[in-house]
């Protein structure tokens, strides 16, 4: 039968142990990270070089992880696990587009100019939350509550 | 889609776990298609036949709100 190509599930040890570094780094170097990821001036007031350095570990660890978790293999992947995957793609594309649409009228509502060059950094670059690494989280999350909440109603059926 | 396999299941004395083993899916996908959650594919259908030595059209039955689009 055909399946979905995906990485063994060993792979999710990787992802995970990357989150965890991740975070370990996004903790430690909290407001070097914060400021150089969510300021506009990053370099006022801190060394540049260190935070730069530290949220681009933080970037990279963090979408990494999230690929590897995302799509590396359930312990036991089924016809019906993947059914659930391809639901949640299709709910993270629409929950995705949605977040953009409200974030292209927050900004018409706030008074910026709604220029090319604005769209393109609200769509890939400047908001952490939109970008491409998110748009997996999303997905991911999507999937794991939709895996969860499947199989909590099916464990009723237990014989 | 309906579907027997309940009580198929039950006359061949078979668990859950014992089908989806034999049928190389896991626990809650017998379930699932049990309840009526999930359409399982063609290829898994023929082997939930083949396991209880039947035809597909034994177990699977189209309901009439299958012929709707």
């Not at chain 1, 659930?84 to 009228?105: C, D, E, G, K, S």
Request: some cysteine; aromatic content about 10%; glycine content about 4%.
């Amino acid at each position: 039968m055909k399946t979905i190509k995906m990485l063994p599930h060993s792979w999710k040890i990787v992802g995970r142990v990357l989150l965890a570094l991740c975070l370990l780094l996004f903790v430690s170097c909290f407001r070097a990270v914060v400021h150089d990821m969510f300021l506009v001036n990053s370099a006022q007031g801190y060394d540049s070089f260190g935070a730069g350095w530290a949220s681009s570990l933080v970037v990279i660890f963090f979408s990494i992880g999230v690929v590897l978790l995302a799509f590396s293999q359930e312990y036991r992947e089924d016809e019906r696990i993947i059914h659930i995957r391809q639901q949640a793609l299709a709910r993270t594309v629409i929950l995705y587009l949605f977040v953009l649409a409200l974030n292209l009228v927050a900004n018409l509502v706030l008074g910026r100019m709604l220029s090319m060059d604005s769209l393109v950094q609200v769509m890939l670059i400047k908001r952490t939350f939109l970008c491409v690494p998110a748009f997996i989280l999303y997905y991911l999350l999507i999937f794991k509550l939709s895996l969860w909440s499947e199989n909590k109603k099916l464990s009723r059926d237990e014989e | 889609m309906k579907n027997n396999i309940r009580v198929e299941r039950a006359r061949a004395r078979m668990s859950q776990q014992e089908l989806a083993e034999k049928a190389g899916v896991i626990r809650q996908t017998i379930a699932a298609i049990e309840q009526g959650r999930f359409n399982p594919s063609t290829v898994l259908a023929l082997k939930i036949a083949c396991i209880f030595g039947l035809t597909v059209e034994q177990i699977f039955e189209l309901e009439d709100s299958d012929w709707e689009k």
